[in-house]
């Protein structure tokens, strides 16, 4: 590990730091005469990174070697993350599609039916819907489970959903294959540490204002405790642009490929905040290396209470999954969809590629 000092450390500030190297099991020496540049051998903890960040004396830790955190992809391949139909990371692409909000059960089922016919491999749709405004639609809550429930039942397809609250993450939990922690709650550490606990796969949103190194650390929450199955979502971070709902971060999906061994996935809807701009955002984030889409659907964009003016109707999504075909194959990677003629027959999916 490198430890980059702030200068002019007096003698018992340099000592203190030298002294909690050696508590945590480190040799150190300087490599420069101005004693700012700190080299540490040893074999060290994912936590020891952060215990040294935060010295007063200590600037940055440069290089981690030695110290992984448990993000980090090192010499590490991609994880795969498998859930029902969907295979994300190792060059699996998968799309995970639906409305903003549930609404009801005849349209969740119509939604489900439809992207899952043109690809989808995972149904999302919030029963908990985390809003800027307390006076906007909230969500169905207990009532929207109960629904995305029945269209489990019914159709097979696996589901992603919000936990908002740490105390709701059991219920959520019964109905939820995969976690999703939204923007607004990348920061709840009570909620990250909460989703953790669980053997449930957790979709993490990037906070529209967080850094990439701590949209990692919030990663870092969950891995660190004991559950590894985490995709990472990059959803635009906020700019002082309104023409687009926020900016797509994609040198910060290649970047994220290149740093973490997690999967990295794209949701193009709220980066755009206009349907209209949604496929060439979903081309985008493939192209930089994404391993699936999160892509909110409706086919009656006027008639919903969220997000209606970024939902694309399920012919665009047929096109985005088309597109996300051919760049995978550009690459080398492979789309995973469901068979479709299982949708139909409501019999859960047998995973195929194409
Ligand atoms: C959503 O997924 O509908 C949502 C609210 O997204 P975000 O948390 O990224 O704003
Ligand atoms: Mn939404």
């Known amino acids: 590990m490198l430890l980059r ?14 002294l909690l190297c050696k508590d945590l099991g480190y040799s150190a020496s300087f ?25 007063t004396g200590v600037l940055d830790v440069l290089e981690s070697a030695g110290a992984p955190e448990l993000h980090e992809r090192g010499a590490r391949r991609d994880s795969v993350l498998g ?28 939604i489900a039916r439809a992207v899952r016919g ?27 489970l109960d629904i995305l429930a029945a269209v489990k039942a019914e159709t097979g397809i696996g589901i992603v959903t919000e936990v908002l609250d740490p105390r709701d993450v059991e219920r959520v939990g019964q109905i939820a294959d995969v976690f999703q922690i939204g923007a607004r709650s990348m920061s709840n550490f009570a909620l990250l540490k909460e989703v953790g606990a669980t053997h449930t796969p957790v979709l993490l949103k990037r906070g529209f ?17 004991g559950n590894e199955q ?63 889409l999160l892509v909110e659907v409706h086919p009656a964009p006027d008639e919903v209470h969220s997000d209606g003016r970024q939902a694309v109707s399920t012919a665009v999504f047929a096109e985005i999954v088309d597109d ?15 068979e479709i003629a299982a949708c139909a027959e409501g019999t859960g999916g047998r995973r195929r590629l194409v």
């Open 5 to 18: 000092l702030k200068k002019g450390l007096s003698q018992p500030e340099r000592e203190s730091i030298l």
């Open 31 to 55: 490599l420069d005469g101005a004693r700012t540049l700190l080299v540490l051998e040893g074999l060290g903890r994912p936590s020891d990174r952060s215990r040294l960040g935060d010295l």
């Open 83 to 110: 859930v029902g139909d969907a295979r994300f990371g190792g060059g699996a692409i998968s799309i995970i599609a639906g409305p903003c909000a549930i609404e009801d059960l005849p349209r969740s089922l119509e």
């Open 118 to 144: 043109a690809g989808a491999t995972l149904l999302r749709g919030g029963a908990f819907k985390p809003r800027s405004s307390p006076y906007s639609f909230q969500g169905l809550g207990e009532a929207g």
């Open 209 to 225: 204002a967080a850094t990439l190194r701590e949209f990692l650390l919030a990663a870092e929450y969950v891995l660190s405790a």
């Open 230 to 292: 985490v995709v990472l979502c990059e959803r635009g971070i906020r700019s002082f642009d309104p023409t687009t709902r926020n900016v797509l971060d994609v040198g910060g999906v290649a970047d994220l490929k290149a740093t973490t061994h997690l999967p990295v996935i794209v949701d193009p809807s709220h980066a755009a905040g206009r349907a209209e701009l949604v496929r060439p955002l979903a081309r985008a984030g493939i192209a930089a290396g994404a391993d699936g």
């Open 324 to 338: 996300t075909r051919k760049l995978a194959a550009l690459d080398g990677r492979e789309l995973v969809v469901p």
